[in-house]
């Protein structure tokens, strides 16, 4: 799954990290440090972060989510993956 943070609009309120430590992690009182790529097996923490955000400055690229689950052809980075 494609992950972006608008840090613009972050205010370092770190309620993503708390849900979602594998994904999200703050550097320093407001630095967000987050994996673009973060694997699927984090999907339903990271649907947690993204609803517990008090800025909604997490996007999902839920197209690419879609398209990997229905094993779409060209799903994903096309990279072979064991998990």
Same mark, same amino acid.
């Given at each position: 799954?494609?992950?972006?943070?608008?840090?613009?609009?972050?205010?370092?309120?770190?309620?993503?990290?708390?849900? =979602?430590?594998?994904?999200?992690?703050?550097?320093?009182?407001?630095? +967000?440090?987050?994996?673009?790529? *973060?694997?699927? /097996?984090?999907?339903?923490?990271?649907?947690?972060?993204? =609803?517990a955000c008090p800025v909604q400055a997490i996007l999902v690229d839920? +197209?690419?989510?879609?398209?990997? *689950?229905?094993? /779409?052809?060209?799903a994903g980075s096309g990279e072979a993956s064991d998990g």
């Amino acid at each position: 799954m494609r992950l972006v943070v608008d840090l613009n609009r972050c205010q370092g309120y770190a309620q993503c990290a708390f849900l =979602a430590p594998d994904v999200f992690a703050m550097h320093g009182d407001e630095g +967000l440090l987050y994996d673009p790529q *973060a694997q699927d /097996a984090h999907h339903e923490r990271v649907a947690q972060a993204v =609803a517990a955000c008090p800025v909604q400055a997490i996007l999902v690229d839920e +197209l690419d989510m879609a398209a990997a *689950a229905a094993g /779409a052809p060209g799903a994903g980075s096309g990279e072979a993956s064991d998990g």
